[in-house]
């Protein structure tokens, strides 16, 4: 039992380090740190910047453009990324279509896409959930109807994720609408510029805008972008869920608001003390942090399974559902140490009031928002279900 | 024993719920909670002259209730309607008022009142007011005062002569920077360089304590309408949301979730009870800082797991439920939170 990376690990953690150290803004780390959620232009810019070095997408093969990481290189370039407060890489280009395309894209798909998703020409968002269609995504109605060398999609997708900012979107479309619902679902790649499409923006709990709903009406989409054969896009889609969960957990994450929720704890004040000395907030604030520090080996347990060959079947479904559990609960922590300070709705205009300590005013709103982390890319529920149908078989 | 209400308290519910469906309606809510004044002018006015504020304070004060089950009947009714009308700073200010002897018809009639006790470094704690007066002049600064925006006139803890005293101040005489709250309704940070204020009581320590439980009771009250209301849309939505060709409320893990959640909704509904009925008691203190260290935990059980049974049409700005489930998490930031009620607890099992 060795608990260390290896030497060859450590040296890349070190580089990692430096490199974060010399390249990532200061302007925008500090941002982040504070709990800011990164604007378009700190994510294009970051994009570009790892880009240069190669590490936009470290675990794509080296004949795309990749570095050909393992599950531990990417385990330890995202929680080196975490705890220097990068902005988050945004993971519709780099961590879903790319490996698809690599895995099932023609020839001509891979050299048309992949080189656009690294500098930044391309923005894709993602077109899985319907109205209708949410846990039990198989049931999707979004319908691409063959004529000639064209797909007519028709349509509803919803909670794409920055799809305001996308310039195009992979969709999971129903071309096949009789036997199992699975087995009629392809893979399309669409221009957001098509006639036919409209997006319209979801507000969420807290104000924010990131998510949308898109429509389509008669939307003519070419043959030549399905990606893998007809009525083979719930394989595509799996294989999609299933990749790079390794690293579901989150804990970069937490960790960054682990020690935010510390710092606030030395700051604000409850009976005349800082509130890190109230033995009831420090309690909660020591039960997470030892639930952490076990789903951080948890995760790397899993890790080294995987970077020795071991197939992991389902699970980083512990991972999604333990790693959100403790995120959310350090949410409610940042939230619950400001007291009445995080009632007010943020805005600028109430930035110069001070009322909650600097970079801590989004603390409850970002509990609210951060909710979405349980429901969205698999619900806990259907975490839980993808563990049961394990067990039960197992 | 007899837990039915009496006729004159369920008539009150019943004529508030009938106006406040009509005057604030939950799909108008957005417009009117979230962009100042953070409320609605007419629906305030309509509640001054349905008599509402008068169930808040007594006879020998002016009014005509003030028990623990008025203040009750009254906030469940503005919970269910997720009402961001600022009637807390009402409760309080009547409160104060009657216990200083003072004139309360003004209150009554509709004039806007806000409480402002808590501190940027003492939100909960009366020992930690900074706050001072001298001659009659106050300094200092009160943050996240309830109601503070729009308020005509303000009650202010100060210290004063080596005790907390409360003082009344013309709102205009103060630097009041309003604001709204992020589950809606209007609150301010008020700031006293020099305020002229009229003292209305020089020791007013315990009927602070008095009020400020009060309006505890009245927060788990408006929590409890609110967590009715989560629980009859959630139930709703497990009847009739579909996936894997059921509703999802076929699914046993479902169930036993949201029937978690109605056992727990009973249970506040019995502590309220209880710390309503010890209102005027020895034991109202420790009623309500029970109440409100289980609602802390409750609201906030409620509000999570109806949003997560939801899915993401749970955390969607157009779904009421997200405004309901904000409200429920953010009531435990009001009048002290759970952990501060469990402190008071521990304290007197201590003492004991």
Known sequence: MDLNFSEAEQTFQAEVRDFLSAALPREISERIGRGEEPTREDMERWHAILNERGWLAGTWPTEFGGQGWGPIELHIFEEECARANAP?????????????????????????????????????????????????????????????DHYVVNGQKTWTTLGQFANRIFCLVRTKFEGKPQEGISFLLIDLDTPGIEMRPIRLIEGGYEVNEVFFTDVRVSVSNLVGEENTGWTIAKYLLGHERTNIAGTGFSVQALEQVKALAKQVKRRGKPLIQNPLFAARLASVEAELEAVKITNLRMLSKAAAGGQLGAEPSMLKIKGTEIRQELNDLARRALGPAAAPFPSEDLDNLAIAPRGAAHNAGGYFNNRKISIYGGSNEIQRNILAKGMMRG | MNFEMSDDRRMLADSLARYLADACPVEKRAEVAYQAPWHSETAWAGLAELGAFYALVSEDAGGMGGSGFDIAVVFEALGRALCPEPVLGTLLGLRLLAAASK??????????????????????????????????????????????????????????????????????????????????????????????????????????????????????????????????????????????????????????????????????????????????????GKRVAQAKFLFGKIARQVSEEAIQMHGGIGITWEYPLAHFAKRLVMIDHQLGDTDWHLERLIAELVEA
């Not at chain 1, 780099?94 to 992949?114: S, W």
């Not at chain 2, 020992?127 to 996240?144: H, W």
């Not at chain 2, 209305?200 to 009715?228: F, P």
């Not at chain 2, 506040?268 to 209102?279: H, P």
Request: include cysteine; charged fraction near 25%; aromatic fraction near 6%.
């Open chain 2, 103 to 284: 004139d309360v018809e003004s209150v009554l009639a509709g004039q806007r009142i806000a409480v402002a006790v808590g501190e940027l470094d003492a939100p909960y704690d009366l020992d930690g007011i900074e706050t001072r007066a001298e001659g009659g002049l106050l300094t200092g600064r009160k943050s996240v005062v309830y109601g503070g925006a729009g308020a005509e006139r303000l009650l202010i803890a100060a210290q004063s002569d080596g005790k907390l005293a409360l003082f009344d101040v013309a709102a205009k005489d103060a630097q009041v920077s309003g604001y709204g709250m992020i589950d809606g309704g209007p609150a301010a940070e008020v700031f006293l360089d020099a305020t002229p204020g009229e003292m209305v009581l020089e020791d007013a320590r315990a009927a602070l304590e008095d009020a400020l439980d009060a309006g505890a009771l009245a927060l788990c009250a408006e929590a409890l309408g609110a967590m009715g209301v989560v629980q009859e849309m959630l139930v709703d939505y497990l009847k009739t949301r579909k996936q894997f060709g059921q509703p999802i409320g076929a699914f046993q893990a479902l169930q036993h979730r949201a029937i978690d959640l109605g056992i727990e909704i009973e249970q506040a509904r019995s502590i309220v009870i209880l710390a309503a009925a010890a209102e005027g008691g020895p034991e109202f």
């Open chain 1, 88 to 148: 988050r890489i945004v993971p519709f280009g780099t961590k879903m279509l790319g490996p698809v395309l690599q895995k099932f894209g023609t020839p001509e798909q891979q050299a048309e896409y992949l080189p656009r998703i690294l500098d930044g020409c391309d923005w894709w968002c993602q077109g899985y959930s319907e109205p209708g269609a949410g846990s039990d995504l198989a049931s999707l109605k979004t319908k691409a109807e063959r004529d000639g």
